[in-house]
């Protein structure tokens, strides 16, 4: 069992920027893929970003790119998501998750969530 830790979120102007952290509790982070998702009010979870078990491979949904990196440090058992440029549209909850897929944006596939954090972006 991974217990997973996000921390970071809060509230941010537009064209602010803030790092999540998502932290491993108990048990290595090194062999899962790690991913981010968010959720906003009244939509469903949908996927951010993904980084490989080595951090040799990214996926970032296309509303993201260029704007939001992806970065894992195993020493540390942390992953963490840069979120540069925010906008309004970028307020939701934001989890991550860990499992055995290689980058996966499938959220069915991750096998280990976080409670998630909250990130809100002012007009």
């Known amino acids: 069992q991974v217990q997973l830790v996000e921390s970071g979120g809060g509230l941010v102007q537009a064209g602010g920027s803030v790092r999540l952290s998502c932290a491993a509790s108990e048990r290595t982070f090194s062999p899962y893929t790690v991913g981010w998702f968010r959720q906003a009010p009244g939509k469903e979870r949908e996927f951010v970003a993904a980084i490989s078990r080595g951090g040799f491979s990214t996926r970032y949904a296309d509303s993201v790119k260029g704007r939001f990196t992806i970065s894992r440090d195993n020493a540390k058992n942390t992953v963490y998501l840069q979120m540069n440029s925010l906008k309004p549209e970028d307020t939701a909850v934001y989890y991550c998750?860990?499992?055995?897929?290689?980058?996966?944006?499938?959220?069915?596939?991750?096998?280990?969530w976080g409670q998630g954090t909250q990130v809100t972006v002012s007009s």
């Open positions: 998750a860990a499992g055995s897929q290689i980058a996966t944006i499938i959220s069915g596939e991750y096998d280990y």
